[in-house]
């Protein structure tokens, strides 16, 4: 087992994990870590964690130190810089005339690279630009594509329910999300409404998708014959979230609401009247 601690450069964002170094971390410490050959700030969110060596990422790095005062102000003064060099560079994309939206501007926090994400429809040319960054900003340039679902997460925004987007908020890693969840959630197939902010289905979609799909194991099939306490009957209708069948009965005219525990003690009281009856006949 691996002792780690648990950072993340943005709010939610994605977690890394560092060997600790230097003394106790606590929840919102900063720290200055390693970041793909360059130093950054960043937040701890798990002081300590423990993982299995088989779980540790390659080249696991350690904390480089607890961030000072020093360091804190001068990452401040780099995102300053990093918005005065997004009005820049997004005048030059304009006279390169490059197809491409601009969407966030970094520096590491040593200042050894500038970091450029934006979204395009296809692969962008952009050569030229990043020869003029250069000559503009002194330092090595870095352009990032990504994608729609990216650009939302960096933004922020209000969702349909009127709460701030959860993937820019809480959610550290975008979660996979299908229309069968929207199926079995019986939800509207409408494209717009069941659809985020960034176009692409909701990410809370995933949230309740397990209670769903359990009940749905548990709870008869549409169109399945039934036995009830009101006699036989067909599913014509099932309230996933609170348990509840409506049973369209085959004797007399019509539905009914049953709950779920109420005709699973009927039908297990109703077999073991059944078993008694059989041993009773062979006795």
Request: net charge positive; hydrophobic share 35%; with cysteine.
């Amino acid at each position: 087992m691996v002792e780690v601690v648990g950072v993340r450069f943005r709010e939610s964002g994605h977690v890394y994990y560092y060997l600790p170094a230097d003394g106790r971390y606590e929840f919102r410490d900063r720290v200055l870590v390693d970041n793909k050959k360059s130093k950054q700030l960043a937040e701890v969110v798990y002081p300590s964690k423990t993982l299995a060596e088989a779980d540790v990422p390659d080249e696991l790095k350690p904390i480089i130190k607890h961030a000072t005062v020093a360091d804190i102000e001068k990452a401040a003064k780099n995102e300053e810089d990093a918005k005065e060099a997004f009005k820049i560079a997004k005048k030059k994309i304009s006279q390169h005339e490059l197809e491409m939206k601009l969407i966030h501007a970094e520096y590491a926090f040593d200042r050894s690279k500038l970091i450029f994400q934006f979204t395009a429809d296809g692969r962008i040319d952009f050569r030229n630009l990043v020869k003029d960054l250069a000559a503009a900003f002194k330092t090595r340039i870095e352009l990032r594509q990504i994608g729609i679902r990216d650009e939302a997460k960096i933004l922020g925004g209000i969702g349909p329910c009127g709460r701030q987007l959860c993937c820019s908020t809480f959610l550290g890693d975008f979660i996979p999300v299908s229309i069968k969840m929207a199926k079995d959630q019986n939800l509207s197939l409408n494209q717009t409404k069941i659809s985020g902010l960034c176009g692409r289905l909701m990410c809370c979609l995933k949230y309740e998708n397990d209670t769903y799909a359990q009940a749905k194991r548990e709870m008869p099939d549409y169109g399945k014959e039934i036995d009830t306490p009101e006699g036989r009957g067909r599913v014509v209708g099932l309230n996933l979230l609170d348990r509840v069948v409506k049973v369209r009965l085959l004797s007399k005219d019509g539905v009914i609401d049953f709950e779920q525990d109420e005709l699973k003690d009927y039908q297990a009281s109703k077999k073991i009247t059944s078993g008694m009856i059989k041993e009773d006949s062979n006795g």
